[in-house]
Structure formats: structure tokens, C-alpha cells
């Protein structure tokens, strides 16, 4: 082949490669001097990004979300004044990178009601109706609880947070829902695949972000089930009987980390061999289940095997190429919709997230903007649950009492009730801020002595509280069980109330 210096010859060959529409294109160009032979470039072009997929998982995942959302924030009300209130543990910041809707009430009263307030995109979501702006005030609402108290989330309220994010970039209101039924948009049984493809990646992310940080001994040696077994405030319904049987931990905890390594892999060979899906999904599945039946961790046994819809289209998607014939302006048009800014948006968070989670797995502080960033979209993810080894210890809780007419009374029997454990097979959040004052945060200790002196001298007639001790009776599980140890994690002063 020969050619001007000067001149580009682009050779377009169109096929079709696995079943899915490539396109080929040689851009050639001369090496020297006029006369010599062409160089040619060969690009490949994935008609890919102009893909669509069906709509119907994506919208029973978008009313799975909204049942989710709805059950949490009615469970939530049993502690709501000892949560969300001045008077309880709720952080006072008014920080704008902890910008709570929460924070603009003093009053009991006025927090519940804008509490309430965030019934109404849940619902709208759950039906579909004004489904983008319910998806993205739903998601507003989560991380404004989250900035409000952060120390009663777990994992799967993060996992949440990220899943309404990302179904704002993507059309979950096609189908199935009010928008379609009111005539306020046209059913669609195809919807852009690119944002799903972000999900996608993020669901992906927490398996491989979870399996790489099991690096401890206890993983290494497949004791990891057992020790986390072993402390009582993890495990809960089968927990205790699986907890003896050694052999059988074992051999699930080595399952575990199969399932949790080979996640990401499996679902993204399946973008081009969908069969590749079937084992990573049924995996996931089988251990949430396990986790759900044996281990107090909170909705992240729900939300997870929820997030596995937006995998289940696999094998449906195609380009819209295949079919119509399309020019190409049209294909262009079709690439310059699915890079909409949106989705260069969602393209650089989704780079952030990762980033974010690379610093967790490193054990490094974020740097200030990125910390900004994903403390402020409530995308600050750290998934190393057990990681690098199980929980060592176990902690019970202990506050005694001095009150005004010298007796000794312990709080832990009346307002302070929620911080013993308990062998309930019910998850509550007190579980959460039980593993964080192991840590002994200032922040919680300052709110929790608080709380306790406002809500025991609150409405009594005889003697008041003067001050209280918690301690933490501290005991080492699994291989290595060692005597108790009794340690003081703070000292409250009780102010006297003016009555």
C-alpha cells in the first residue's frame, strides 16, 4: 500500500466479534518520504459504549433499594432521641463536609419531623415516581444521617450510600414504575448500560477491597470464623453452635475468602462470557446467607446480595448497533450520549472511591481534598471487616454510679441498658456504638457522658447522679483466650439541673 506523505488513508472494517458489533479501523500514515509503504494503526472500537441492557433488574433494584431505605429508617425510630438529638450521641458540627438537614433543629420535636421528611423520597423511589429526584434525595437523606451520627453505621449503610448513587446516573424508572403508569415518561425496555457499568465496578470493588485486606494469621490459618464466633457480641442464631465446630470454621472461612477473591474476577469475565456470573452470584449469595444466619453485622447480609440485580442482565445486553443500521453520525451521537457529563462525573468519583479505598487497604490518611470529597458525598469506604485478623477481644460494658445521697447505682441496668450485650438474634445499632467505644473516640465518650447525666437527671424527684465511670471488661477470644481485664475508659462529672 503506498501513499502521499502527506495523506491519511482510514480503512473501516465492520463485524461482528463474540456476537458483539466491533468495529476496525486503520488510520495510516506514511513512515518517510513520499513513496514508501503506509504504517497503519489498527484501533478497535467496542460498539459496547453505545450498549443498552433490559431495564428490568435495574427498576426491581431500584424497589428493593426503596424497601430497604424504608424498613431502616422505621427501625432507626426505636433510638431516634438517643441517636439523632442534641441530647444524645448526635455530633453538633455544622461542618459543611458534615452537613446534616438534622442539625437545623434544636428541638426533639423539630428533629423528628425532618427526620419524617425523608419518608417521602423513600416512598417516591419505592413507586417510581419523579424516580431521579427521589433517587438523589434519598441518597441526600443517608448521608445526612450519616454526618449526623456516624457512629451507628455500618458497612451496609455504606454499600446503600453507594448503590443510590449510583442508580442516579441511570434510568431505574423505566420500568415499573409511577413515571411510566402516569404517562409522565414512555416505557422503555432498554436502558444505557454505561452507568450500570459504574455500579457494576463499585460492587466489584468492595469484594476485592474486603479479600485483599484478609491478610492476618487467623485467615492464614482458617481460624478467623471461629474467633469471630467467639465473641459474643458477633455472633448471634447459629453463631454459638458453629463457633464449635472447629473443622467446619475452618473450611468456611476459607470458602469465604474464595468467594470474596474471585468475585471481581468472575463478574467481569462475564461481560463477555455471562455463564462466568453464575458461580461468583451463587457464592455471594450462599455466604450472605451465612453471614445473615451467624454474625450480628446490620444490613450488609441484605443490601449485598440486593446489589447482584445489577449483574443479572448480562447476558441481554447488546448495541444498539445490532439492532438497526447505523451511520457514522449516529454512532457518534450514540457515544457523545452515553459520555454525557454525567457520566464523566460518575467516571471521576468512581476514581476517587477507588482511590479512597487504596489509601484504607495502605492503612494511610487521605489526602485533605479527597478525605473532603468522599466524607462529603458519604463515599468514604473502608471494607476491611475482620481485616487483617478477626476480632482478639471481647468487651462488656460496666457504669457505675455515684449518686447525690452516696449511693451506687449501675447505669447499665436502666439508662444505659442498650450497652450490654444481649443474645438477641435482632440487630440494633447500640451493637455499633458498642464497637466503637472498644476504640475509646473523645467525640463518642464527650456525647455518651452527656447523654447519660441529662437522661437520668431528667424527671426525677430523688437523688440525682453525680458522676459515672464506664469500664470495659476486656477479654481475649478464640486462641487467645487470656484472664479479663477490667479497664476505665472515662469518668463523667454530672452537672446539678437547675430545677
Known amino acids: 500500500m503506498r501513499a502521499h506523505a502527506h495523506s491519511r488513508l482510514v480503512v473501516r472494517d465492520k463485524r461482528r466479534v463474540r456476537g458483539y458489533p466491533h468495529e476496525r479501523v486503520w488510520l495510516c500514515f506514511p513512515l518517510a518520504a513520499p513513496g514508501t509503504e503506509l504504517r497503519c494503526r489498527l484501533l478497535v472500537y467496542h460498539r459496547g459504549v453505545t450498549a443498552t441492557t433490559d431495564a428490568r433488574p435495574l427498576a426491581l433494584l431500584r424497589i428493593g433499594a426503596g424497601i430497604l431505605v424504608l424498613a431502616d429508617l422505621i ?6 432521641h438517643a441517636f439523632y438529638t442534641a441530647g444524645g450521641l448526635a455530633l453538633g458540627t455544622r461542618s459543611v463536609m458534615r452537613a446534616s438537614h438534622l442539625a437545623l433543629g434544636n428541638d426533639p420535636k423539630a428533629v423528628l419531623g425532618l427526620y ?9 423511589l419505592l413507586l417510581g415516581l419523579f424516580t431521579r429526584a427521589a433517587t438523589v434525595a434519598t441518597f441526600l437523606q443517608l448521608v445526612s444521617l450519616h454526618h449526623r451520627n456516624p457512629w451507628v453505621d455500618d458497612g451496609g449503610d455504606a454499600v446503600l450510600r453507594a448503590l443510590l448513587f449510583w442508580l442516579s446516573f441511570a434510568d431505574c424508572g423505566a420500568r415499573f414504575s409511577l413515571d411510566v ?10 436502558i444505557p448500560a454505561a452507568p450500570i457499568w459504574l455500579l457494576q465496578a463499585q460492587i466489584a470493588s468492595i469484594y476485592l477491597a474486603a479479600a485483599a485486606a484478609k491478610t492476618g494469621i487467623v485467615w492464614r490459618e482458617g481460624t478467623a470464623l471461629h474467633e469471630i464466633l467467639s ?9 454459638p453452635w458453629l463457633a464449635d465446630q472447629p473443622r467446619l470454621c475452618r473450611l468456611l472461612t476459607r470458602a469465604s475468602w474464595v468467594i470474596e477473591g474471585s468475585f471481581a474476577p468472575l463478574v467481569l469475565l462475564g461481560a463477555r462470557w455471562p455463564i462466568a456470573r453464575a458461580p461468583a452470584l451463587v457464592g455471594g449469595v450462599l455466604l450472605h446467607l451465612g453471614i445473615f444466619a451467624t454474625m450480628r453485622i446490620g444490613i450488609f447480609s441484605q443490601v449485598m446480595p440486593l446489589s447482584y440485580l445489577a449483574f443479572m442482565p448480562a447476558w441481554q445486553v447488546r448495541s444498539a448497533s445490532s439492532q ?15 459520555l454525557s457529563p454525567s457520566i ?100 463518642l465518650l464527650e456525647a455518651l457522658g ?13 437523688a440525682s447522679l453525680v458522676s459515672f465511670e464506664l469500664r470495659a471488661l476486656t477479654t481475649f477470644v478464640g486462641q487467645r483466650a487470656a484472664p479479663l481485664r477490667d479497664e476505665l475508659r472515662m469518668t463523667q462529672m454530672c452537672m446539678p439541673l437547675q430545677r
Open 181 to 190: 403508569r402516569l404517562g409522565r415518561r414512555p416505557r422503555s425496555d432498554r
Open 116 to 124: 419524617l421528611l425523608g419518608f417521602v423520597p423513600a416512598v417516591a
Open 450 to 462: 452527656r447523654m447519660v447525666c441529662a437522661r437520668h437527671n431528667t424527671g426525677r424527684d430523688g
Open 75 to 80: 427501625d432507626r425510630l426505636n433510638d431516634f
Open 324 to 338: 438497526a443500521p447505523r451511520t457514522d453520525a449516529a454512532w457518534g451521537a450514540g457515544l457523545r450520549a452515553q
Open 231 to 239: 465473641a459474643g457480641d458477633w455472633a448471634r442464631g447459629w453463631g
Open 344 to 443: 464523566v462525573f460518575g467516571l471521576g468519583t468512581l476514581a476517587c472511591v477507588l482511590a479512597g479505598q487504596g489509601f484504607a487497604f495502605a492503612e494511610k490518611p487521605l489526602p485533605r481534598p479527597l478525605f473532603a470529597l468522599l466524607e462529603t458525598f458519604g463515599l468514604r469506604q473502608d471494607f476491611r471487616v475482620f481485616a487483617p485478623d478477626g476480632p482478639f477481644i471481647d468487651v462488656q460494658f460496666r457504669a457505675p454510679g455515684q449518686l447525690s445521697d452516696g449511693r451506687t447505682v449501675e447505669l447499665t441496668e436502666s439508662v444505659l441498658a442498650p450497652l450490654r450485650t444481649t443474645q438477641s438474634f435482632r440487630y440494633r445499632r447500640w451493637h455499633r456504638v458498642r464497637t466503637a467505644l472498644a476504640f475509646s473516640p473523645p467525640a
